[in-house]
């Protein structure tokens, strides 16, 4: 049975824990909203982008004029997987969601003899996938001196993305991200960036004149198309990560709540038994005499 | 024929404008050009400028928007600019900062883009003494 001492201990330990715990969730709940917020308004950039990269891509997805941003290489053999996880832990099975959906997707390449790349954003993606594929790492984005992320920071990966694919590096990237989709439930997903894909908006695209050609401004805007969607999957995370967080942080909270209260239990147990224990020496002392 | 048309001036971060638009004047990439109510439908990408438009009651505002592309269609002008903020916010160290970046980039490229990136950075010039700052 263990002492009073060592329970009243544990009790103390485990009061401040939760008072940590509490604070971080009511933090990442406030971080939360500006992250909401912030995706919220990102949408109606990415939106108009999507629609006027969809119908101008898709006028020209058969013709022998489409940047190779958008044909692709006209290979598919060398892979790059971007994957995109938190600077931070202790938010629940964030960053393990989107390490396994790599993962299963790194197996499926290389059973299929497919080359694997992998670009990690966030420390914590790297860490975990660092055990097994440290091999297939090619660099490595720090994200954890930013405090917001901003469009600057999409655009730099951008550039780094296409860079490298200019310089043949890769055929096809792919970001891994979680997609928010309400506090408890973030969706872990896979996107392809580049060769560009876009949704096609159904709309008719020949009904605009262009400025200075067709060809001239998809060339100028797939980049942007790409740092957009690099952007928006930020976002999605950032809001991701700090609703995982604040559900984890809740769940810490309760069930250090419950270990509270089972350990005050015990300690009241324990301490009834030890003046029980000496009322029956006392008493017994008293009858033997 | 409406007299007013629906302007959006959204930025990757933000939406900086959504008002009844009279008529708005846009740095195109090959010029200047000033879109008003039933324009054609054109699509145009920016060069780094100042976009002006001028609302419902013939009040102006400008904006230094950086590259990005205008949409004009039969419903209104929607521009998505890279980087937009209202003229009167611009600092010089920001457009400082902008040009430096410009230029960074101008000496970067490769021979075939030589040419765009130098007139992005002189864009980028011409749009601060346009601002006066």
Not at chain 1, 29 to 43: G, H, I, S
Not at chain 2, 30 to 42: I, K, L, W, Y
């Amino acid at each position: 049975m263990p002492n009073l001492k060592d329970l009243k201990n544990r009790i103390g330990s485990v009061t401040s824990t939760r008072k940590i715990t509490k604070a971080m969730q009511m933090v990442a709940a406030a971080k939360l909203r500006r992250a909401q917020d912030a995706a919220e308004a990102a949408r109606p950039y990415a939106e108009r982008m999507n629609a006027v990269m969809g119908g101008l891509a898709s006028g020209l997805a058969g013709s022998d004029s489409a940047p190779r941003l958008l044909a692709g290489t006209g290979s598919d053999q060398v892979h790059l997987l971007v994957v995109m996880t938190a600077e931070r832990g202790l938010c629940g099975g964030f960053n393990s969601t989107i390490v396994r959906l790599a993962r299963q997707r790194i197996a499926e390449l290389t059973a299929q003899g497919k080359t694997v790349k992998i670009l990690t954003v966030g420390k914590k993606g790297r860490e975990q996938l660092k055990r097994d594929h440290a091999k297939l790492f090619v660099a490595h984005v720090d994200l954890s001196e930013v405090k917001r992320i901003g469009y600057d920071n999409a655009q730099s990966l951008a550039r780094d993305l296409i860079q490298r694919f200019d310089a043949g590096e890769f055929d096809v990237a792919t970001i891994f991200f979680n997609r928010f989709q309400s506090v408890i439930a973030q969706v872990p997903t896979a996107q392809q960036v580049i060769p560009a894909v876009f949704e096609d908006a159904g709309e008719a695209s020949a009904l605009y004149d262009y400025e200075p050609s067709e060809e001239g401004i998809l060339a100028d805007l797939l980049p942007r198309g790409v740092a957009t969607q690099l952007f928006t999957a930020l976002l999605e995370n950032a809001a991701s990560e700090q609703g995982a967080r604040m559900t984890a942080m809740d769940n810490a909270t309760r069930n250090a709540g419950d270990m509270i209260e089972r350990l005050t239990i015990e300690y009241n147990r324990t301490r009834q038994a030890a003046i029980t224990k000496e009322l029956i020496e006392i008493i017994s002392g008293a009858e033997a005499l | 024929m409406a007299d007013t048309m629906q302007f959006d001036l959204v930025s990757p971060e933000k939406r900086l404008a959504s008002l009844a638009a009279r008529e708005v004047r846009i740095p195109g990439a090959d010029g200047d050009m000033t879109a008003m109510p039933d324009h054609a439908p054109v699509i145009t990408t920016l060069r780094p400028g100042i976009l002006t438009v001028v609302g419902a009651d013939g009040a102006s505002q400008s904006f230094a928007v950086t590259g990005g592309f205008a949409e004009i269609g039969t419903g209104g002008a929607s521009v998505l600019a890279e980087k937009a903020m209202p003229a009167g916010d611009v600092s010089a160290s920001v457009i400082e900062a902008l040009i430096a970046d410009a230029q960074a980039q101008a000496a970067e490229a490769p021979a075939e883009a030589k040419d765009a990136a130098e007139k992005v950075v002189a864009d980028m010039q011409a749009l601060r003494g346009a601002l006066g700052v």
